[in-house]
């Protein structure tokens, strides 16, 4: 009986009869590449989650492709095991081309583009980047069809990997390097430049996060310009990577460094204010006011002559010396090799006759 009723005949499809035995034949198979490619997924992620950052990276390739690949396999075997002949749905086959070309071609889209992005490892799982329209966050999945980043706030941003593609992405860790900072603050006029300078570097160097100096990348302060009232600096600083995962806290830590050490240094921190010059008192000017008033103006005292100190560090300054020393040698070096290859050339021809007098 049971046999009987797996040979039951349900119709014809492509000139090929389906029975029942056969469709359940096919769908046990599909279901069995699905736990198969879920079986594998999570072997792939526990491997994944014990490696180090670049195979980890590899290893999510491979959960993509071998999830991919089995369930396609699976259902290619159940397709065989229905025995339809494939060229006998060559009509079919070309409706449903039609229709994902008109219906489904933004999920293919979505598609190719996450397997681009998987491929092409600019964007990793783990990687912090930074959208066009404002979105940050860390990358956790490159699905199929969409990107799931999560920011600081733990809230999850599901990107069309489409956008991954054709916009621009700022990627801030990209092969887990860290980024240099830039943290404003301002002054009041007339502060020592120089102990504004050793009062920000040790701030910055005290947070914990702050990466050791080193002979390309070095803690700085540099003076920006002049406002209303105060002098404009900038903390140039090289985090650690994981400080550079959360911009705002990161910003948030350094602009309370900074402020403590000013206010320990006895650095005035410039606020709004506003100067008022009385020119004409009761048709009175300067000291026919002030002998109106019945006050007397002082008078005025010589200024102390500036005491010497020692040279300020001018850290933008260097920054660019160094950089010229480091184009010359870099100049002199290729015109060296430019020369020396035109001597092996000349040498290969042969030497050239002498000009005669």
């Known amino acids: 009986m049971v046999q009987d009723l797996a040979g ?43 490696s180090w950052l670049g195979a980890a990276s590899f290893l999510y390739i491979v959960e993509k492709v071998a999830t991919y690949g089995v369930v396609i396999t699976g259902v290619v075997v159940a397709i065989s095991t229905l025995g339809l002949d494939l060229t006998s749905l060559a009509v079919f086959a070309g409706a449903l081309g039609v229709g994902v070309g008109l219906g489904l071609q933004g999920v293919v889209k979505e598609f190719v583009s996450g397997l681009v992005v998987v491929f092409d490892r600019l964007i990793q799982v783990g990687d912090y980047v930074e959208l066009e329209n404002g979105v940050s966050g860390v990358v956790q999945e490159i699905g199929p069809r969409a990107t799931r980043i999560r920011n600081n706030d733990n809230v999850n941003e599901v990107v069309p990997n489409s956008r991954l593609v054709e916009r621009t992405v700022t990627n801030w860790t990209l092969k887990g390097e860290t980024r240099r900072i830039h943290v404003p603050f ?22 914990p996060f702050t990466r050791p100096d080193s002979e390309a990348r070095r803690t700085q302060v540099w003076l920006l310009g002049y406002g209303d009232g105060y002098l404009k600096f900038e903390l140039v600083v090289w985090p650690g990577l994981e400080a550079v995962k959360r911009p705002q806290a990161m910003q948030a830590a350094y ?99 002498k000009p005669r007098a």
């Open 8 to 50: 039951l005949r349900l119709g014809t499809l492509g000139g090929t009869a389906l029975t029942v035995g056969g469709v359940l034949t096919a769908v046990l198979i599909v279901v069995g590449a699905a736990v198969l490619a879920r079986l594998v997924r999570n072997f792939v992620r526990r491997l994944r989650a014990r």
């Open 186 to 207: 301002k002054v009041a006029f007339g502060a020592d430049k120089d102990r504004v300078r050793q009062a920000v570097l040790g701030a910055a160097q005290a947070v």
């Open 255 to 353: 602009a309370w460094a900074i402020d403590d050490a000013l206010c320990e240094a006895g650095i005035e921190v410039p606020y709004p204010q506003m100067d008022v010059r009385l020119r004409e008192l009761f048709g009175c000017e300067g000291a026919a006011a002030l002998r109106t008033l019945g006050l007397k103006r002082e008078e005025a005292r010589p200024a102390p002559a500036p005491s010497p100190s020692p040279a300020a560090h001018n850290d933008a300054a260097n920054d660019l010396v160094a950089g010229a020393a480091i184009d010359r040698v870099e100049t002199e070096r290729r015109a060296a090799e430019d020369e020396a290859h035109r001597e092996r050339q000349a040498a290969a021809r042969g030497a050239p006759d």
